[in-house]
């Protein structure tokens, strides 16, 4: 087994969509590369194990199973909106990803690609124009862009014509990420969309979007089919990136302008030593960015 960073250790991780489980039965998953059971008994208490017999520590949250493989270092995160009574609260339906879970974070984060993954709906190819915006790491070390606009025809399922969405992005651990995006009905309102990643291994992860939309003008089958609908776009882009694993080095993959979340995005996870699902730098290599703050244009 590969080695696992401390702070993936003692971090929570989503396994499952507890819709999916089933009272008493047995489904297995994987984190880390190792086989990991998930047992739901008849009064809905779950318990997970790895396949050497060892109970991990577990919770339920948000509609998912969370693990921590080691001592929690810090709570499962913590979403307001999904305690607001006006929203559909929804798990997004679970999907494997053949690639690392770090690249998939790194193309959430990323709205370069909407113009040419979602032509009609995120973006058009005709008006692919990313405006400057703000990246931030917070005092609660996040990384947190604002200022995001990009002009989208399909901004969500009940817009009725394009409008110009402003987006706020936010890294919370190093594989899990959220996204607030203009309401097309409430524009002063956000939807809310995070991912919770499971790195079932290096190269292969299991994504579970939570979404926490606004009630009006939409249901909650529809929320759920156009993020398939959208995540369906993303996957084989993702799964024909090589290599699989997200490169840390910043002279390993070219980055423009658009790409600012992403520079931030590697170097935070060099800072914070994560090497599970990356291509760690040579340690002796000297490069230099500028910190924070900066605005990227
Ligand atoms: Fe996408």
Known sequence: MTQVDSTLISDWHVVADIETLKDDTITTTYLFGERIQIERNHLKSISVTTDSGREVISRQKYGFVWVCLGEPGRPIIEIPEAEENDRHVITGGSMGVHVS???????????????FVHDGYLGVETNSETFPYQVDI????????????????????NAEGGIMADYEYQVLRPYTAVLYKTNPLQPHRKDYI?????????????????????????????????????????????????????????????????????????????????????????SASNFSESKSGDIIR
């Open 101 to 115: 879970g770090l690249r998939v974070v790194e193309n959430f984060l990323d709205m370069g690609h909407f113009p």
């Open 138 to 157: 917070t005092a609660d070390d996040e990384i947190v862009a604002t200022d995001c606009k990009f002009f989208q025809p399909v901004a969500s399922p």
């Open 194 to 282: 995070a991912i919770f990643v499971q790195p079932a291994g290096e190269e292969h992860c299991i994504v579970h979007p939570f979404l926490c939309y606004l009630k009006d003008g939409i249901d909650r089958c529809t929320v759920r089919w156009f993020m398939q609908l959208i995540f369906g776009q993303d996957k084989p882009i993702l799964e024909n990136q090589l290599p699989k694993c997200l490169p840390l080095d910043p002279r390993a993959e070219t980055c423009i302008a658009s790409d600012a979340t992403s520079v931030f995005y590697r170097r935070w996870l060099r800072e914070h030593n994560i090497t599970y699902g990356a291509i760690p730098i040579d």
